[in-house]
């Protein structure tokens, strides 16, 4: 396999500008589709990526993106529902999308985002989601990548820093699921992983579980993302009962810190059982997170 180009669905996110840059950097032609030009270009600025305005859920516009690329990596999810953005139309009905354009101009390749404890029985409705995209992924036919990471920390991402936040104005830090379990991995390990994946025919048909060195539970990630900024704030955890009440609120709120459906994945833990994949050395926690958090 030699893959000279490819089009990265969700290229100017978190996850997607390290895919990039990496691609950039070997030579690799790099195409990604947004709704707002302006905002991808200052998302990949220095990058010689291709930006082309489309509607990534309008079948004909998916098709054209795709005219012309080796491969596709698809990295388009969310966390909340909002508006009209549902899991059900982002992971699902996008995937369909994905494959179908995909098959109508020729590509082959295709690299999938899913998550850890995805399954069409999940927990909840994002991982159930994220489960039927994985089948019909899995099932297309084409030549397939599946990536299932656990939470993603690195500059930028949602995670740590947000608990970073909250540490630095807020003394008292009410914690639902306090021992859920996470196995952090750094966005630059995820990207790596893609990279390496693309030319690699033995990784056709696969799915890797994408997970760092050390499994923590989420209090011990939320002090030690606070001890970075020099505090300490006082960690209670929250009854079941009590934190189930607690994001029902909070999901009400203009920033969801937390939903009713983020609790119900974070009763199973987060974690692999599984040795980082392509000769990756995953990256410490605690060697990357200080440079960014403080």
Request: charged share 15%; hydrophobic share 45%; aromatic share 6%.
């Amino acid at each position: 396999m030699h893959i000279q180009s490819v089009c990265v669905l969700g290229g100017t996110g978190f996850v997607g500008r390290h895919i990039a840059r990496l691609l950039c950097a070997q030579g690799v032609a790099v195409r990604t589709p947004t709704r707002s030009a302006d905002k991808a270009r200052q998302a990949l600025t220095s990058l010689p990526v291709e930006i082309v305005p489309a509607d990534v859920h309008d079948a004909a516009q998916l098709a054209r993106v795709f005219e012309g690329v080796d491969a596709v990596i698809n990295l388009v999810g969310i966390l909340h529902e909002h508006g009209g953005q549902t899991f059900q139309r982002v992971h699902v009905e996008l995937s369909h999308k994905v494959i179908e354009a995909a098959g109508v101009v020729g590509v082959k390749r295709l690299l999938h985002m899913s998550a850890l404890n995805a399954a069409p029985a999940g927990p909840s409705a994002y991982l159930r989601s994220k489960g039927e995209a994985e089948m019909a992924v899995q099932a297309s036919g084409l030549q397939t990548t599946v990536f299932r990471p656990s939470v993603i920390f690195g500059r930028g991402d949602s995670f740590l820093t947000l608990f970073a936040r909250l540490a630095r104005w807020v003394p008292v830090l009410p914690l639902a699921c306090a021992d859920a379990k996470f196995q952090p991995v750094w966005v630059e390990d995820v990207a790596q992983a893609y990279v390496r994946s693309l030319n690699d025919a033995a990784s056709i048909g696969q799915r890797y579980g994408l997970c760092g060195p050390q499994v923590y539970r989420l209090r011990e990630l939320v002090r030690f993302a606070a001890a970075c900024l020099g505090r300490h704030p006082l960690i209670v955890p929250l009854p079941d009962a009590v934190a189930y009440l607690q994001a029902s609120v909070m999901e009400r709120l203009p920033v969801k810190l937390m939903t009713r459906d983020n609790f119900h994945s974070m009763q199973q833990d987060n974690v692999c059982h599984c040795a980082f994949p392509f000769g990756i050395t995953p990256a410490r926690l605690e060697d990357i997170a200080p440079q960014y958090l403080a």
